[in-house]
């Protein structure tokens, strides 16, 4: 006889681990580009609760390369948790600039650029311009009288103008 675990979802085996993992790619799946969530959070969003650690053993078990973006969960301190053999740190670090995301002088993320907040709407901030747009012909100048300040007297020796 198996014990059975009663979520708020379904009802399923007592260490099963498949459906609990699919839950975790759910919420991965959902993470936005150019953001990051903490292996707790997805873990509270999968309704595993405070089990962080799960959604770890979950994103080692992916079963392909594109099913979720797993490059996407950092740990509480916002830094990369694996560990730096085999080069799977440096392609998380790699995939997340990609992104966007930027890391300090400590190889850190900040959660209040970076940071997830799911229900929150988070229109993407416009990159800045590399190069200023120029056209071919100059814009003419504008005459004096156009100024608004133009028609204001000059200011007196502390700054401020006449009323």
């Known amino acids: 006889m198996t014990v059975r675990q009663v979520t708020k979802r379904r009802i399923e085996p007592a260490g099963a681990g498949p459906g609990r993992w699919e839950r975790v790619y759910a919420v991965v799946r959902r993470i936005p580009r150019g953001r990051v969530a903490t292996y707790g959070q997805v873990a509270a969003l999968a309704g595993l609760g405070r089990q962080a650690r799960q959604v770890g053993y979950a994103l080692h078990a992916l079963p392909g390369e594109g099913y979720a973006p797993w490059h996407r969960v950092v740990n509480a301190r916002g830094a990369i948790s694996l560990p730096p053999r085999a080069g799977a740190d440096v392609t998380q670090r790699l995939r997340l600039e990609r992104e966007g995301v930027r890391f300090d002088a400590r190889g850190r993320i900040d959660f209040k650029r970076f940071g997830w907040r799911p229900g929150a709407r988070t229109a993407r901030r416009p990159e800045r311009p590399t190069a200023r747009f120029t056209s071919a012909a100059p814009s003419p ?20 103008r006449p009323r």
């Open 141 to 160: 100048p504008r005459p004096a009288s156009a100024s608004p300040r133009s028609a204001a007297p000059p200011a007196n020796a502390r700054g401020r």
